[in-house]
């Protein structure tokens, strides 16, 4: 029963690969780029989609200020790779997110999209190797770091010299935290509170999809408020539970910062 239930995260992955190849290319929205809010704030164009990205860099601060010091932590040693690349793509983030929305289009939403992906990979990569017997967490994240940076160039490429730009590979990356990261913890038997704070902070991720998607709905309803904006300040959310998560494990286990700085 065990040996079958690792090989699960490995069999939802290739059916979800196999599902996208089936599939074919999957191109991104018509209109993409036409943002519902398009007023101005503090001089700003497109002020509230660019400034609601202030807050990935926020957290992304917080937790480099307040883990770094402890990545020899015993409650971080073993994912301290992924989680690294991780908050430096959330700050990432705040920058290639804010650039594009100052003035849309695909050549600067790959700036966007590159961190993102860099995050989520360090996501996989923290989790994977916090749980899997004998995962080297170094290599895990750079493979994932590299896989991450393809996914978005292959949409590039094939947006600028093919019939359509396919994202399948980096919707694959957005996709599989959502699946493999419960999974793992499941299986492996993570700590209560770590199952919980995932599982908030995935759930907060996926209504921020939602918004993102109603992004015209939502100012229409809201008058000054949009989907797209409003996504920004969920995804923050659910980075933010991350990052306590990771601050309240140091703290449940009680080391000094000093014996495992190297």
């Known amino acids: 029963m065990k040996r079958w239930l690792d090989t699960l995260p490995t069999l939802v992955t290739a059916i979800v690969c196999g599902a996208m190849l089936i599939h074919g290319?999957?191109?991104?929205?018509?209109?993409?780029?036409?943002?519902?809010?398009?007023?101005?704030?503090?001089?700003?164009?497109?002020?509230?989609?660019?400034?609601?990205?202030?807050?990935?860099?926020?957290?992304?601060?917080?937790?480099?200020?307040?883990?770094?010091?402890?990545?020899?932590?015993?409650?971080?040693?073993?994912?301290?790779?992924?989680?690294?690349?991780?908050?430096?793509?959330?700050?990432?983030?705040?920058?290639?997110?804010?650039?594009?929305?100052?003035?849309?289009?695909?050549?600067?939403?790959?700036?966007?999209?590159?961190?993102?992906?860099?995050?989520?990979?360090?996501?996989?990569?923290?989790?994977r190797a916090e749980n899997l017997p004998n995962e080297n967490g170094k290599t895990g994240a750079t493979l994932l770091a590299v896989l991450a940076i393809i996914s978005v160039d292959w949409w590039r490429v094939t947006d600028l010299y093919g019939a359509i730009g396919d994202l399948r590979p980096y919707l694959l990356f957005q996709l599989l935290p959502l699946l493999l990261i419960p999974l793992w913890q499941a299986i492996y038997r993570a700590p209560p509170a770590d199952r919980l704070a995932f599982g908030a902070a995935l759930l907060a991720y996926v209504v921020a999809k939602f918004a993102e998607l109603n992004d015209r709905q939502i100012f229409d309803a809201l008058g000054s408020f949009s989907g797209h904006t409003l996504k920004h300040l969920l995804a923050t959310l659910a980075a933010w539970i991350l990052v306590a998560r990771l601050v309240q494990r140091t703290k449940a286990l009680p080391v000094s910062a000093r014996a495992y700085a190297r």
């Open 25 to 127: 290319p999957i191109a991104q929205l018509a209109h993409y780029n036409e943002f519902a809010d398009q007023s101005a704030l503090f001089g700003i164009a497109r002020g509230g989609d660019v400034l609601s990205n202030a807050g990935f860099a926020l957290v992304a601060l917080w937790g480099i200020v307040r883990l770094w010091p402890l990545r020899y932590h015993p409650a971080l040693l073993a994912g301290r790779y992924g989680y690294s690349l991780f908050l430096l793509g959330l700050l990432s983030t705040a920058f290639g997110s804010g650039y594009y929305h100052l003035a849309p289009d695909n050549a600067r939403l790959v700036w966007d999209r590159f961190p993102i992906a860099l995050a989520c990979a360090g996501l996989l990569a923290a989790v």
